[in-house]
T-cell receptor, first 117, second 116 residues
């Protein structure tokens, strides 16, 4: 299957700072990537859809000014958690869409564990 | 809006035996895809199997197979010859093709433990 990387895998930061997470599709181009948040022992919660060359589409209840998404190329999407606070601590996962009839699938990155002190 | 229901929060199976995980979904879409993903303790989401709704034939991937019942909106996963490495959280997911931007809707997951 297609490979998606995510960096960093783990980050600890102080309250009030901003943190950037990168999501890359390594062996394919992805016009659409997705960002999820996962709390312990729970399912994935979609935060936003990232479209190359256009603004991200945020799910209801997700603060777009808090979670900035940029999809500047066909292989890279970034999520910036601005002015992070302890309640933003979570596991963030990205996925990249493989398009096409008979191929439609999402492949996931390994996730980023964010801890805000 | 779509919903995905996994009615078994936890299951266990003995190594080498067969286990079936249940999934039902609700949708008014006619064209869609269904997936099973596994999430082991590493938390990496791994695609196990996918099914295209317009295909009547059930998908299979080695020891993994599905029982897709479109009329009943059921999509169960059968794992044969269970291995210790199959221990993971399994998520059933739905994706409508077309206008909904190809978002995945996940069930709450089933925690599968394979015992030696």
């Amino acid at each position: 299957g297609a490979v998606v990387s995510q960096h960093p895998s783990r980050v600890i930061c102080k309250s009030g700072t901003s943190v950037k997470i990168e999501c890359r599709s390594l062996d394919f181009q992805a016009t659409t990537m997705f960002w999820y948040r996962q709390f312990p022992k729970q399912s994935l919660m979609l935060m936003a859809t990232s479209n190359e060359g256009s603004k991200a589409t945020y799910e209801q209840g997700v603060e777009k000014d808090k979670f900035l998404i940029n999809h500047a190329s066909l292989t890279l999407s970034t999520l910036t958690v601005t002015s992070a606070h302890p309640e933003d601590s979570s596991f963030y996962i990205c996925s990249a869409r493989v398009e096409g009839k008979g191929q439609e699938t999402q492949y996931f990155g390994p996730g980023t564990r964010l801890l805000v002190l | 809006a779509q919903t995905v229901t996994q009615s078994q929060p936890e299951m266990s199976v003995q190594e080498a035996e067969t286990v079936t995980l249940s999934c039902t979904y609700d949708t008014s879409e006619s064209n869609y895809y269904l997936f099973w993903y596994k999430q082991p303790p590493s938390r990496q989401m791994i695609l196990v199997i996918r099914q295209e709704a317009y295909k009547q034939q059930n998908a299979t991937e080695n020891r993994f197979s599905v029982n897709f019942q479109k009329a009943a909106k059921s999509f169960s996963l059968k794992i044969s010859d269970s291995q210790l490495g199959d221990t993971a959280m399994y998520f059933c997911a739905f994706m409508a093709s077309g206008g909904s931007n190809y978002k995945l809707t996940f069930g709450k997951g089933t925690l599968l433990t394979v015992n030696p």
